[in-house]
């Protein structure tokens, strides 16, 4: 079983930045799609960004377009969030998973982690 590990988080400013790193168990990160999502208190966990298995590929929540970029690192094992300008409403849970089908579905595969606490507050 594939398992993913999200770290990076933490309490940043508005305006401020923060990278997310999800780290993949296996050496299989290459074969999979991989997406952020997020919770926010009392809300339901929502898709953020996902990029393609050979990154040829991404995709953005409208509310993160021009201020977040995702990219990966296959040879690490590894799939990056870069938040830049984060707004207090980025506050949240972070998670990655695999993801399946069209990446603007964003359709969840597989367990999920811990996730990652951003908090964005002055």
């Known amino acids: 079983q594939v398992h993913l590990v999200e770290s990076g988080g933490g309490l940043v400013q508005p305006g401020g930045s923060l990278r997310l790193s999800c780290a993949i168990s296996?050496?299989?990160?290459?074969?999979?799609?991989i997406g952020w999502f997020r919770q926010a208190p009392g809300k339901e966990r929502e898709g953020v960004s996902c990029?393609?298995?050979?990154?040829?590929?991404?995709w953005y929540a409208d509310s993160v377009k021009g201020r977040f970029t995702i990219s990966r690192d296959n040879g690490w094992n590894t799939v990056y969030l870069q938040m830049n300008n984060l707004k207090p409403e980025d506050t949240g849970v972070y998670y990655c998973?695999?993801?399946?089908?069209?990446?603007?579905?964003?359709?969840?595969?597989?367990?999920w982690g811990q996730g990652t606490q951003v908090t964005v507050s002055a």
């Open positions: 998973s695999l993801v399946v089908g069209r990446l603007m579905d964003m359709v969840p595969a597989g367990s």
């Open positions: 296996e050496n299989t990160l290459s074969y999979y799609a």
């Open positions: 990029i393609s298995s050979s990154s040829d590929s991404t």
